[in-house]
């Protein structure tokens, strides 16, 4: 976890999920960055099924409700880009950086030298009942990010979104 001290000597910041100490002189607003955002499900569906599901790129849009689209193809070492709906028209180019067929992928992106890089993992684990634990994390790391990662807005709602479409759409395949 990440903090940063701000002053709020004008006492026009936004205050929410924030930690604020007020001086005589002086307000301190300390923000807590959190490097890393996740989303957990059990799908009542084969790995395999949902390994099927996160590497169609032309089908994302159909299950994931915050997906413009997806182009390039979902394979080892291959670039793709993505096109969300949180901000329209913008580009999230990522590399696919780990592929383990049926059990995990990593797409990685940001800047040069690693100044700033986010990594997005899909983990699926087969359970006992024949279902699937899937969980999606996503971990901003470099020396930038305590700057590039307050312009990172809070995801949470779009993880579990997209979690819940994916176990939609597999459970319904099956």
């Known amino acids: 976890m990440l903090c ?4 709020d000597t ?22 807590v960055l ?3 955002i996740s989303a957990t ?6 790995p395999e099924t949902i390994w099927a599901i996160l590497t169609n790129a032309a089908g ?3 299950w994931d409700p915050g997906i413009d ?5 979902i394979a080892p070492g291959e670039k793709i880009t993505a096109f969300t709906k949180l901000r329209p028209g913008q580009a999230f180019p990522v590399k696919v ?16 030298l690693g100044l700033f890089k986010g990594e ?20 901003y790391t470099g020396p930038l990010f305590a700057i590039f990662g307050r312009s990172v807005p809070d995801l949470t709602s779009a993880f579990e979104q997209f979690a819940a479409g994916l176990k939609r759409r597999a459970e319904s395949a099956g």
């Open 4 to 7: 940063g001290l701000f002053d």
């Open 10 to 31: 004008s006492g026009s910041m936004d205050l929410s999920n924030k930690a604020v100490l007020n001086l005589p002189f002086k307000r301190i607003v300390l923000i």
């Open 34 to 36: 959190r490097p890393t």
């Open 41 to 46: 499900t059990t799908i009542a569906a084969a």
């Open 60 to 62: 994302y849009p159909d």
């Open 69 to 73: 689209r997806v182009e390039g193809r």
């Open 97 to 112: 950086t780990e592929f383990v067929p049926g059990r995990k992928m990593t797409w990685t992106g940001g800047l040069p």
């Open 120 to 139: 997005r993992t899909f983990t699926l684990t087969p359970q006992s009942n024949g279902a699937t634990e899937f969980t999606l994390r996503e971990e």
